[in-house]
């Protein structure tokens, strides 16, 4: 069983900025890791939950959705399991809770899709002030 942990939320003002982990916990997480992919959603309470970034593990290509593009990015730490999400320029709108998701596949149709991701943590509250 995948286990994840993300961590970094909080409370920041318009313009600032957060780093969010995401880290592979228990006996698997090392296979947990090793050459898949990550990814983080993003989900505000009553809102359908939506693709933020991912990167993959083997190379290092990463995907971003649109409206983080040139503010956040996403890297990973492969000798510490852990997947980064370095938010800049944070707007009242990015204000959600913070998912990181791991697939069963090492290849994805789709790897802003929701649906092709099995392991889900539980998720970190992000939170702008204007």
């Known amino acids: 069983q995948v286990q994840l942990v993300e961590s970094g939320g909080g409370l920041v003002q318009a313009g600032g900025s957060l780093r969010l982990s995401c880290a592979a916990s228990g006996a698997a997480s090392g296979r947990a890791f090793f050459g898949y992919p990550v990814a983080w959603f993003r989900q505000v309470p009553g809102q359908d939950r939506e693709f933020v970034a991912t990167?993959?593990?083997?190379?290092?290509?990463?995907y971003y959705a649109d409206f983080v593009k040139g503010r956040f990015t996403i890297s990973r730490d492969n000798a510490k399991n852990t997947v980064y999400l370095q938010m800049n320029s944070l707007k009242p709108e990015d204000t959600a809770v913070y998912y990181c998701a791991v697939p069963s596949s090492l290849y994805l149709s789709d790897y802003s899709g929701k649906g092709e991701y099995d392991y889900w943590g539980r998720g970190t509250q992000v939170t702008v002030s204007s």
């Open positions: 990167i993959r593990r083997t190379n290092g290509i990463t």
